[in-house]
């Protein structure tokens, strides 16, 4: 168990729609990073929050949006729903931003499927 | 342009036997970062090793080991004396410090079977 938590576990929903993807990393952690797996592109880095601030952004579509709150948990928003987003979202946190302090520890992922 | 690649798409091998895993990586920057996750059947993604680019020690711990060389952009990750439960998909990733966002790139992964 890497201490990182993600809900739900799956998620199934139509073309369209729009979900919310949760995230709660390690106590004490920073750093919440979110990625993407699908069979066609692989693991893919979507954002990256620091303490509550945007630091980094990805191959992230514009339908897609991310916050991390005070408490220091993330939401990945995922809206207008095209089949191709079927994928495993992963969310992985860090003490610090640079990886010499630490490596990214990775929850449970959710997969989602659109239909 | 990929970062990272795994040429190795599927090995397959007996119990026992080793298994290396070959990585190769492109980076412009002088300090980054290698590691290794293991995914399972269940789909996590697993922590292995890390390694930064400034020590080109290589080590062994337990039945992992990895190769690391500059020279060559290799990070190569062996398990020794397989068993059917590294039976996983291996992910080589790299992390730029100049990119000053740390990201993981991952490459394409290479799934390992181990038959006992």
């Known amino acids: 168990d890497s201490g990182v938590t993600q809900t739900p576990k799956h998620l199934i929903t139509a073309t369209g729609q729009r979900v919310t993807l949760r995230c709660s990393p390690r106590s004490g952690d920073l750093s919440v990073y979110w990625y993407q797996q699908s069979l066609d592109q692989g693991l893919q880095f979507l954002i990256h929050y620091y303490n509550g601030e945007e630091r980094a952004k990805g191959n992230i579509l514009e339908r897609f949006s991310a916050q991390q709150f005070p408490d220091l948990h993330s939401e990945l928003n995922l809206s207008s729903l095209e089949l191709g987003d079927s994928a495993l979202y992963f969310c992985?946190?860090?003490?610090?931003?640079?990886?010499?302090?630490?490596?990214?520890?990775f929850g449970p992922g959710t997969r989602l499927t659109v239909l | 342009a990929q970062k990272v690649t795994q040429a190795q798409t599927e090995i397959s091998v007996v119990e026992k036997e080793d298994v290396t895993l070959d990585c190769v990586y492109e980076t412009r920057d002088t300090t980054y970062y290698l590691f290794w996750y293991k995914q399972p059947p269940s789909g996590e993604l697993v922590f292995l090793i890390r390694r930064n680019s400034f020590d080109e020690q290589n080590e062994i711990s337990g039945r992992y080991s990895w190769n690391f060389q500059k020279s060559t952009s290799s990070f190569n990750f062996t398990i020794t004396a397989s068993q059917v439960v590294d039976s996983a998909v291996y992910f080589c990733a790299l992390s730029e410090v100049n990119s000053n966002d740390y990201k993981l790139s991952f490459g394409a992964g290479t799934t390992v079977t181990v038959r006992a």
């Open positions: 992985a946190s860090s003490v610090a931003v640079n990886p010499l302090y630490n490596e990214q520890f």
